[in-house]
C-alpha cells in the first residue's frame, strides 16, 4: 500500500462501514455551502474551463498573500511536484518522504538521491550541503509524512542559504500547512527573496476535505512560473475544481475553526497514546501520528484493527522505514476514542497493564 485511503481493499474483511485513519482529511468536512456552490456550477461542465485560470488564481494569490503572477495550479499537488521534477536535472529527497517525490524522478529517468533520516527524523544540514549540486532539485515536506515534523524556521532559512549558494532549486511540500501550529508562514517569508530558488505547494485535498476535487496550487518565482507553464498540460483543473477554489478560501470562520479542532485533538491523542507501553509515538505538528511498534509488526496490529472496523497506515512502502511503524490520522472524538481503546484493549490482551 503505497499511497493511504484505499479502504475498498479491505471492505470484504469487515461487516460494517470502515473508518479510514490511513487517510489524513480534516474530520469536519468541506466548507460550508460548497455542496450548493457545485451543484449550481455544474452547467459549466459543458464548456471549457478557463485556460489561464484567472479567476481561480486571483482567490488562491489573495489566500497565499501572494501575486497572482506567482500562481501555478495543478491536479492535486503531484502534478505540480511532477512538473518541478521534470523541469530538474537531478532530484535530491530525503526518507522516509511521500513517495511521490522518489517515483516522480525513476519515472523521468531522473537521477536520484535519497538523505535517510536520523532517528529524530529532523533534516540534517551538513548531509543536505553534502548532497545539493547546481541544477538540484531538493523536494522536502513541511511537515513530512509520515513523520509529521516541520522545518524549524532558522533551519529552513539555513537550507534555503546552502540551496542558493550551490544553485539548487527548494521545492517545499506544504499540502499539511493548514494544521499546523502558528509559526511561520513559508510564503510571507520568502517573499522578500522574490521566491528565486524556491517554490512552496499547497493544496485543497487534506485541510479542506476534498481529495476527489484534485485541486493543487504552487507559489513561485514569476521566472519560474513561465518555466513551469511551458511544460504543464493544459486544463488540468476541471470547471468544479475552479469553483470550489474561488469559494473555499473564503471562509474564515471554518478556517479557525479547523486548526483549533486539529490542535486539541492532536493533544487529545498524543497524550493518550504515550500511556500505550507497547509503542512509541513521535512528536507531530500536524493531523497524523507516526508510532513505533516494540511488539508486533505492522501486519499484525493492521489486522487487529482491522477486525475492529478501522484502517490504519502500513509504513514499511515508505523507504527508510521498516514493518515496525504505522500512521494514524487524527479524526473526530469519538472515532479518536475508538482508536485508542483498540490500542488498550490489545495492552490488556498481553497483560501489558
Request: aromatic letters at 12%; one cysteine or more.
Amino acid at each position: 500500500m503505497i499511497h493511504g485511503g484505499d479502504t475498498l481493499s479491505y471492505e470484504s474483511f469487515y461487516e460494517g462501514e470502515l473508518v479510514d485513519f490511513s487517510s489524513n482529511i480534516n474530520p469536519l468536512g468541506t466548507p460550508k455551502g460548497l455542496h450548493e456552490k457545485l451543484i449550481q456550477g455544474f452547467d459549466t461542465l459543458t464548456a471549457y474551463p478557463d485556460i489561464k485560470y484567472r479567476k481561480l488564481k486571483t482567490s488562491i494569490s489573495q489566500y497565499l498573500g501572494c501575486s497572482i503572477d506567482n500562481i501555478l495550479v495543478g491536479n492535486g499537488a503531484v502534478e505540480i511536484i511532477d512538473n518541478f521534477i521534470i523541469s530538474a536535472k537531478r532530484i535530491v529527497t530525503t526518507m522516509p518522504a511521500f513517495a511521490e517525490y522518489s517515483l516522480r524522478a525513476v519515472a523521468h529517468h531522473k537521477e536520484l538521491i535519497e538523505i535517510p533520516y536520523g532517528e529524530d527524523f529532523k533534516v540534517n544540514l551538513d548531509d543536505i550541503e553534502k548532497n545539493i549540486q547546481a541544477g538540484d532539485l531538493l523536494v522536502l515536506g513541511n511537515p513530512n509524512n509520515p513523520t509529521g515534523l516541520r522545518i524549524e524556521k532558522d533551519v529552513l532559512l539555513n537550507i534555503y542559504r546552502i540551496i542558493e549558494d550551490k544553485g539548487g532549486y527548494l521545492l517545499l511540500d506544504e499540502a499539511f500547512y493548514e494544521f499546523c501550529p502558528y509559526d511561520y508562514d513559508s510564503i510571507q517569508m520568502f517573499k522578500e527573496f522574490g521566491y528565486k530558488n524556491v517554490g512552496i505547494i499547497r493544496a485543497a485535498t487534506k485541510f479542506f476535505a476534498l481529495p476527489g476535487i484534485r485541486l493543487g496550487y504552487a507559489c513561485a518565482s514569476v521566472e519560474k512560473v513561465d518555466e513551469i507553464g511551458k511544460i504543464e498540460l493544459p486544463w488540468s483543473i476541471n470547471s468544479l475544481a475552479d469553483i470550489a477554489g474561488q469559494y473555499i478560501f473564503l471562509d474564515r470562520e471554518y478556517i479557525e475553526k479547523s486548526k483549533g479542532y486539529i490542535e486539541k485533538e492532536r493533544h487529545y491523542m498524543l497524550e493518550n497514546l504515550s500511556n500505550i507501553p507497547w509503542i512509541r509515538v513521535y512528536p507531530t505538528s500536524t493531523n497524523y501520528i507516526l508510532i513505533r511498534l516494540n511488539r508486533w509488526d505492522e501486519e499484525y496490529v493492521f489486522k487487529e484493527f482491522l477486525s475492529r472496523g478501522i484502517v490504519i497506515r502500513k509504513c514499511s512502502s515508505f523507504r527508510g522505514l521498516d514493518n515496525r511503524y504505522i500512521r494514524v490520522a487524527i479524526k473526530d472524538r469519538e472515532n479518536n476514542t475508538k482508536l485508542l481503546n483498540i490500542f488498550r484493549e490489545l495492552t490488556e490482551e498481553v497483560g501489558m497493564i
